[in-house]
């Protein structure tokens, strides 16, 4: 009873004093034009325009052109004409997390969109645009996190607070895998910002994907690919000032974003209207400046804080893995898993190319065992892909040379290894114990430098 009534007074602080109001002066594409209230505006700043028929569309100011306020809406226009109503909204935008959001489904304002009720307020509020924590308050990355999928524990690992990439072209398996690190992450609770998805995939994915299972330690914050740019920009927003408020609590947290790219959409949306130069591939700079901003958010914390992982998928157009906004975030991020639409069409899943996909924190996570059998696995892939297509034309005379041969001979049961169907789990420890199996070792490795290292 106190916190709600606490919550109600600070929710209440949150509203202004007086309402300054100004009118519609123009309206151009999703753009419009407020003028009245220049003095009291600033870039973010937001308003409610009142449409006729009293519809109410809240907008944000995203730049300023002669005398006038340009504002883009978080809805749809309709109704809004000229001369209608702007009033100022609360000053930043806000939102009021507890622990009853989770398996909720929520939209990018926060309001649930599961049919399942109201999703009671929590006691402090959380800015939707915070900084992340200052560089040397951070603590370092933690030690491993299981992530249940075979093939990224052992090859690519991925510890606590680490934010890692996942590459791929539409339809090769992002979504597939990214339901299955929510179910399978040995993590506390999830928070999964689904941006820019088409809304029929969207309840596919909860319940045949995620399932209720999996929701149950997560909330999801949805924007779809026919939102407002501001609706899919701030579900970003969203998704990660939820994990910092679960991290806050000491909680270590998994977050997942499903994609970067359609965020760096939105944000040239947004940049375009507001009159931005487009730079490369038409994504204006500030699309540029924004994505560190944003990806920084994750990663470990501070003090008692817990920590965010986070595991963000980058959709590489036309399978360009070079294209500007995956150069970008691979830049910013501790790793990049890359899928390949070659590998999934020949229906090994999870799609992952080992050798393109790197984890920062290896090999100073592994001991000096794990290092020696996953550098050995990698090493005979290498020199199989060296060759495939030699191989594949029958050009390679087998005897010729011992290293390719024993390439040949391991290559299918690596790529066993590394199927994983959707539904499996797997753990840690007996990755790399079936690693050494498929690779006729004994598991712990039992020569005598691998027992010192140990030791
Ligand atoms: N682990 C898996 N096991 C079996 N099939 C899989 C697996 N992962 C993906 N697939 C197959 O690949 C298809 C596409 O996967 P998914 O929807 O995850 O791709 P996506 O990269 O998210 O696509 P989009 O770019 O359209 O969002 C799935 O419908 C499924 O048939
Ligand atoms: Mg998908």
């Known amino acids: 009873m106190q916190d709600s009534i606490e919550s109600f007074f600070s929710e209440l602080n949150q509203i202004p004093e007086s309402r300054s109001y100004g009118r519609v002066s123009g309206v151009q594409g999703m753009m419009l034009e407020v003028s009245?209230?220049?003095?009291?505006?600033?870039?973010?700043?937001?308003?409610?325009?009142?449409?006729?028929?009293?519809?109410?569309?809240?907008?944000?100011?995203?730049?300023?052109?002669?005398?006038?306020?340009?504002?883009?809406?978080?809805?749809?226009?309709?109704g809004i004409g000229m001369g209608c109503k702007a009033e100022l909204a609360a000053t930043e935008p806000m939102v009021w997390p507890?622990?009853?959001?989770?398996?909720?489904?929520?939209?990018?304002?926060?309001?649930?969109?599961?049919?399942?009720?109201?999703?009671?307020?929590?006691?402090?509020?959380?800015?939707?645009?915070?900084?992340?924590?200052?560089?040397?308050?951070?603590?370092?990355?933690g030690h491993k996190l299981d992530l249940g999928v075979r093939a990224l524990n052992t090859f690519q690992t991925c510890c606590q607070g680490q934010r890692m990439g996942i590459f791929a072209g539409s339809g090769v398996?992002?979504?597939?895998?990214?339901?299955?690190?929510?179910?399978?992450?040995?993590?506390?609770?999830?928070?999964?910002?689904?941006?820019?998805?088409?809304?029929?995939?969207?309840?596919?994915?909860?319940?045949?994907?995620?399932?209720?299972?999996?929701?149950?330690?997560?909330?999801?914050?949805v924007a779809t690919s026919d939102e407002a740019p501001l609706m899919r920009r701030q579900a970003a927003y969203l998704t990660l000032a939820l994990s910092e408020f679960y991290r806050d609590q000491g909680q270590e947290v998994l977050c997942l974003m499903d994609s970067v790219t359609r965020f760096a959409m939105a944000m040239r949306e947004i940049g375009l209207s507001a009159g931005e130069p487009p730079a490369s591939k038409g994504y204006t700079p500030s699309v540029f400046a924004e994505l560190p901003r944003l990806l920084e958010r994750a990663g470990?914390?501070?003090?008692?804080?817990?920590?965010?992982?986070?595991?963000?998928?980058?959709?590489?157009?036309?399978?360009?893995?070079?294209?500007?906004?995956?150069?970008a975030v691979r830049g910013i991020l501790d790793g990049h898993?890359?899928?390949?639409?070659?590998?999934?069409?020949?229906?090994?899943?999870?799609?992952?190319?080992?050798?393109?996909?790197?984890?920062?924190?290896?090999?100073?996570?592994?001991?000096?065992?794990?290092?020696?059998?996953?550098?050995?696995?990698?090493?005979?892939?290498?020199?199989?892909?060296?060759?495939?297509?030699?191989?594949?034309?029958?050009?390679?005379?087998?005897g010729s040379d011992a290293g390719i041969d024993e390439a040949i001979y391991y290559y299918d049961r690596i790529e066993e290894f590394l199927k994983q169907?959707?539904?499996?789990?797997?753990?840690?420890?007996?990755?790399?114990?079936?690693?050494?199996?498929?690779?006729?070792e004994s598991w712990p490795l039992s020569d005598a430098s691998g027992q010192e290292d140990r030791a």
């Not at 883009?72 to 226009?77: A, D, N, Q, R």
């Not at 109201?118 to 990355?141: M, N, T």
């Not at 999870?350 to 990698?378: F, H």
């Not at 753990?427 to 006729?440: K, S």
Request: aromatic share 4%; net charge negative.
């Open 421 to 440: 169907s959707k539904n499996e789990r797997t753990n840690l420890e007996t990755g790399y114990a079936e690693l050494a199996e498929l690779l006729d």
């Open 98 to 141: 507890s622990n009853a959001w989770l398996g909720r489904v929520v939209n990018a304002l926060g309001e649930p969109i599961d049919g399942k009720g109201p999703i009671a307020s929590g006691q402090s509020p959380y800015g939707l645009r915070s900084a992340p924590p200052p560089a040397h308050e951070r603590r370092r990355v």
């Open 36 to 78: 009245g209230l220049e003095r009291d505006l600033s870039i973010g700043s937001r308003c409610d325009v009142i449409g006729r028929g009293n519809t109410r569309v809240t907008c944000e100011v995203v730049g300023f052109r002669e005398a006038r306020a340009l504002l883009l809406p978080f809805g749809s226009l309709e």
């Open 337 to 398: 898993i890359v899928l390949e639409r070659a590998i999934a069409e020949r229906g090994r899943y999870p799609a992952i190319n080992i050798l393109r996909s790197i984890s920062r924190t290896m090999p100073a996570c592994n001991t000096a065992d794990e290092e020696k059998i996953v550098n050995r696995a990698r090493r005979l892939l290498a020199t199989y892909e060296d060759m495939a297509e030699l191989i594949r034309l029958g050009a390679y005379r087998r």
């Open 173 to 221: 398996g992002k979504s597939v895998l990214l339901s299955m690190l929510a179910r399978y992450t040995t993590s506390d609770v999830n928070v999964i910002g689904l941006i820019g998805e088409r809304g029929r995939e969207v309840q596919e994915w909860l319940e045949d994907d995620l399932g209720p299972e999996g929701l149950a330690r997560s909330v999801v914050v």
């Open 300 to 327: 470990p914390g501070g003090g008692k804080q817990g920590s965010i992982t986070g595991l963000f998928t980058v959709l590489v157009e036309g399978d360009d893995h070079n294209e500007p906004v995956a150069d």
